[in-house]
């Protein structure tokens, strides 16, 4: 059954059946950002459109910058998954997510064209417009899911979007910064648990164990495609540090650093 588009930015209408209601007591406060991560753009559309598959988006951004509503705002699409953000792990129930065209890292992951970008930045401001979703919660899936997800990856241009007002962002540490430790997946400690924090504070899913284990990794992997694209290594270095120390400084209402 078709639907009016909830956005007048949207090109074309393609629902998908993938979808359940909303809870009354979640806010919709969160913009999740994916990229399709399949051959096609055209493919994408089919699957998340095809009742087997059992995902689906609000909205999908074409390269050359078409949109297509999916599922209406007001249901809950199934696109985040298993997932976490602030303590919350039900993050479809409140969040609206856009598929970006791409192929991902497992089909030949390539920079997003300027159209596409644009198209994104016209689409989001609307949505955190009209649901007063605050810039910090503009995030990426693999933000949410570190472990299972690497989308929309370290090309995606987050600060263009910023320059929008649309995302949180600040110029990331360069990667000579001195005056801190570098940490490594096996490393333990009260500094490990001190960065486990800073990213929990910010907020990641991560449990606060003192070890640097896997989950840290991939936490710290999620937040350098995010914030620090230069160097994607899983490794905490000064740079990284210190970009997320100017993060949590830059949120509002914080005052814990």
């Not at 629902?15 to 994408?44: C, Q």
């Not at 459109?49 to 074409?62: G, I, Q, W």
């Not at 696109?79 to 598929?99: M, P, Q």
Request: proline share 7%.
């Amino acid at each position: 059954m078709s639907f009016s588009p909830d956005s007048p930015h949207v090109t074309a209408v393609a629902p998908s059946p993938n979808h359940d209601a909303r809870t009354e007591d979640e806010p919709v406060d969160i913009l999740l950002l994916h990229y399709t991560g399949m051959v096609s753009a055209d493919e994408a559309v089919e699957r998340l459109c095809d009742p087997a598959s059992k995902v689906s988006c609000h909205y999908l951004v074409h390269e050359d910058g078409r949109i297509v509503q999916m599922v209406p705002e007001e249901k809950r699409a199934w696109h985040a998954g298993l997932s976490v953000w602030e303590g919350e792990t039900d993050i479809n129930a409140r969040s609206i997510g856009i598929e970006i065209a791409n192929p991902g890292h497992e089909h030949g992951y390539r920079d997003f064209p300027e159209a596409q970008i644009d198209a994104v930045i016209r689409l989001g401001v609307d949505i955190c417009e009209r649901h007063s979703i605050p810039r910090q919660r503009v995030l990426a899936h693999s933000d949410v899911a570190p472990r299972r997800k690497d989308d929309p990856g370290e090309k995606f241009p987050w600060e263009k979007l910023a320059a929008a007002k649309l995302g949180h962002w600040q110029k990331p540490a360069p990667l000579t910064t001195t005056g801190e430790d570098s940490f490594f997946e096996g490393d333990t400690g009260e500094p490990v648990e001190e960065i486990q924090s800073l990213f929990s504070i910010y907020g990641y899913g991560l449990e606060i164990t003192g070890t640097y284990d896997a989950q840290t990794k991939a936490v710290v992997t999620a937040f350098q495609r995010h914030f620090r694209q230069e160097k994607v290594d899983g490794v905490v270095d000064p740079s990284t540090i210190a970009t997320l120390r100017r993060l949590l400084k830059a949120l509002p209402n914080l005052t814990v650093l």
